[in-house]
């Protein structure tokens, strides 16, 4: 069993950045998917961002050009860059690693709030 650790939420104005972590109890190198999702109250949740064992990475038309996904396999730990943050971007951001998409270890969350 992996367990994943998110941190680094908090409130912040609009027009300002955060970055989130996911630290893995284990080793990322062996997971083909890492994503990044949030669920905002009322709402589905949604894939942000996602970057894949190779490196390669992909954005929702939502976090394009304001958000960016990387990773450190020394520390086990995934991050996300957010830009640019707007009221609609409240939500509890989730991270997920796995052989694909939603598959595998989830976090438990951590809250992001945008606000004046």
């Known amino acids: 069993q992996v367990q994943l650790v998110e941190s680094g939420g908090g409130l912040v104005q609009p027009g300002g950045s955060l970055t989130l972590s996911c630290v893995a109890s284990?080793?990322?190198?062996?997971?083909?998917?890492m994503t990044w999702y949030r669920q905002a109250p009322g709402k589905q949740r949604e894939l942000v961002a996602s970057?894949?064992?190779?490196?390669?990475?992909g954005y929702a038309d939502s976090a394009a050009g304001r958000f960016f996904i990387f990773k450190d396999n020394a520390k086990n730990t995934m991050y996300l860059r957010m830009n640019s943050l707007q009221p609609e971007d409240t939500a509890v951001y989730l991270c997920?690693?796995?052989?694909?998409?939603?598959?595998?270890?989830w976090g438990k969350g951590t809250q992001v709030t945008v606000s004046a």
């Open positions: 970057i894949k064992g190779s490196g390669a990475r």
């Open positions: 997920n690693m796995g052989p694909s998409y939603g598959m595998g270890y």
């Open positions: 284990g080793s990322i190198s062996v997971f083909e998917q």
